[in-house]
């Protein structure tokens, strides 16, 4: 029986256009961080402190330490000051990088769906930004004012997309089998393939509403679809529900 639905981010609820808006990220941020920092340099210090952060296992810290551990080690910087500065960036510059994002056509009703329906509902956005980050995008996507049962960020969780690990830490967290669980998210390596792994259910979401299956999704189309889906008991794993 089909318990929680999680719902991947950028460019599931919020279409972002994740590549061109990293870009503005990377800018922004070296801009803040002033004329001594090299942007692209900071930039690929961070990717790959991201990149460590996922490769090596670190159950007993949260990735915003096990990152603060694998960029201090690359930079030599100490962690300390450069969170100080980087809550500076996310509280005062951040938030101005929304300009070219866009609510997700169907987004807030497939959640409000999922929501009476009484399943649970999380927000499961790769764990790379800290949680502050994530709920400006959330304001940016319309859904600020809504209570969910997770919301996955740097601070909270010990794994990451495409772990299969960061996939059954949710289950745990909310307090349900991993097959109990339908993942919608729009990348098939970062959010299908690993789902699946982990032993949940999964919807890719098409945009364009093509609904074409590819490789391991069980079910594809817009949220429009899904909706239809959700209402209509025939999603993956709901068979079981009663109407």
Request: charged content about 20%; aromatic content about 8%.
């Amino acid at each position: 029986m089909l318990k929680a639905i999680l719902f991947d981010l950028d460019d599931t609820l919020l279409r972002t256009g994740t590549d061109r808006f990293m870009e503005r990220y990377f800018a922004a941020l070296g801009r803040f961080l002033g004329p001594s920092v090299d942007p692209k340099q900071l930039q690929n210090q961070i990717v790959k402190a991201c990149a460590l952060m996922i490769e090596h296992d670190h159950p007993q810290l949260n990735n915003a330490e096990a990152f603060s551990i694998e960029f201090a080690r690359l930079t030599g910087s100490q962690a300390d000051a450069f969170w100080e500065r980087l809550w500076r960036f996310y509280s005062d510059e951040y938030p101005k990088l929304g300009e070219n994002v866009s609510v997700m056509p169907g987004g807030r009703e497939a959640v409000l769906e999922a929501k009476a329906m009484g399943l649970k509902v999380v927000v499961a956005t790769n764990p790379l930004f800290p949680l502050c980050a994530v709920a400006t995008r959330l304001s940016w996507a319309g859904l600020s004012d809504i209570s969910f049962d997770l919301v996955t960020g740097l601070e909270n969780m010990h794994y990451a997309k495409p772990q299969p690990q960061y996939y059954k830490e949710i289950a745990a967290m909310i307090d349900v089998r991993p097959s109990q669980c339908l993942m919608v998210g729009n990348d098939l390596a970062l959010d299908i393939a690993p789902a699946r792994a982990a032993g949940m259910h999964t919807f890719l979401v098409q945009p364009d509403g093509s609904g074409a299956l590819q490789q391991e999704a069980e079910a594809a189309g817009d949220l429009g679809d899904l909706i239809q889906g959700l209402r209509s008991r025939a999603l993956p794993g709901m068979s079981e529900l009663v109407p």
